[in-house]
């Protein structure tokens, strides 16, 4: 039977961490079964090369009327493999997990309640967030930037937990974007969009697998992925550097007819010609940003590939 709620959990090398996940996941979503919600629970593997997936394996032996895995045959990264977790599910309602119970499952009943009341796509805020101190500012910063440029209002973008309705979750899939945000593209499709508050807790076991690079990377996909602003931002300062460079070379030109050629000001040429540089640079990474993304696109290789699907009377095998 179709369930009303779907729950995707990315894993990848959560090994530590899984028997503490399903000793606090299933009992929640049991109290919420027998209050009327049927649920699945969606896992899957992104080529973790621990032994999360056998575990999964066991755990589906364990319950298969309400768990389903998905094992990709390699690493595609986490919103991949929430891709592929949408692509899977039935449920009307559909919420995303992180297997490190830095967000309590017992938290989804309130996400559940919350799209009852009409609302097709709800966002959570971390209460008092257990991150160190520069992550917070810095997400915090990203935030503020990434709203600045894309005008897409996520309070708290690094939070897993979020909840779904069904008709964002088929527009989603019939996306075929090889780099994506997936809070952002569902906010997109919204039609009414709400943030909860939700509690936050330290991570249960492993470690966070997103360095500064990774989330450096993450945010230059969600601004170039969902606006064209940074490249008019970018033509604006080279249309303002161009005008001061002018400038600069007239009033240089000028000074040389009054007073004669001077090596003092030497240094100072440099610093400009450095600074001039390095805004070139910029301008050049920038572009390949967006070139890349046409790159990967046009490509037209498989976003992801699934080797099997663990569910109950069936495993199938198909590329996504």
């Not at 894993?11 to 109290?31: C, H, M, T, V, W």
């Not at 906010?187 to 690079?213: D, M």
């Amino acid at each position: 039977m179709k369930p009303e709620l779907s729950v995707v959990i990315p894993i990848y090398n959560e090994q530590a961490g899984l028997s503490q996940l399903f000793a606090r996941l299933y009992p929640a979503l049991d109290k919420l079964a027998q209050e009327g919600v049927s649920y699945e629970v969606v896992f899957v593997n992104d080529g973790s090369r621990d032994k999360s997936a056998l575990i999964l394996s066991d755990q589906f032996r364990l319950r298969p009327d309400v768990t389903r895995v998905v094992l990709f045959n390699g690493n595609y990264g986490q919103h991949m493999a929430i891709l592929a977790g949408f692509q899977a599910t039935r449920g009307d309602i559909v919420v995303t997990l992180d297997a490190d119970l830095q967000n309590p499952p017992e938290e989804i009943g309130a996400l559940v309640a919350k799209m009852r009341e009409g609302f097709d796509y709800v966002g959570s805020i971390r209460r008092k967030r257990q991150d160190s101190m520069w992550r917070t500012y810095a997400s915090r910063a990203m935030n503020h930037f990434r709203e600045k440029i894309t005008h897409i209002k996520i309070t708290d973008q690094g939070n897993m937990l979020r909840a779904y309705g069904r008709n964002v979750i088929d527009l989603i899939n019939q996306c075929s974007e090889m780099n994506t945000f997936v809070p952002a593209l569902a906010y997109t499709f919204s039609r009414n969009p709400t943030e909860i508050i939700v509690g936050h807790e330290e991570r249960a076991a492993g470690e966070s697998k997103y360095s500064l690079y990774s989330l450096i990377r993450l945010n230059f996909d969600l601004m170039t992925g969902f606006s064209i602003m940074p490249l008019q931002l970018f033509s604006m300062l080279g249309m303002l550097l161009s005008a001061g460079s002018g400038l600069l070379v007239f009033l240089l030109l000028i000074r040389r007819f009054l007073l004669g050629a001077e090596a003092e000001g030497l240094f100072t040429l440099f610093a400009i010609a450095f600074f001039m540089m390095g805004v070139i640079l910029f301008g050049i990474g920038l572009l390949g940003e967006y070139i890349g993304r046409i790159y990967q696109q046009v490509r037209g290789r498989p976003r992801f590939v699934v080797q099997t699907i663990l569910e109950k009377n069936k495993e199938s095998e198909l590329d996504a």
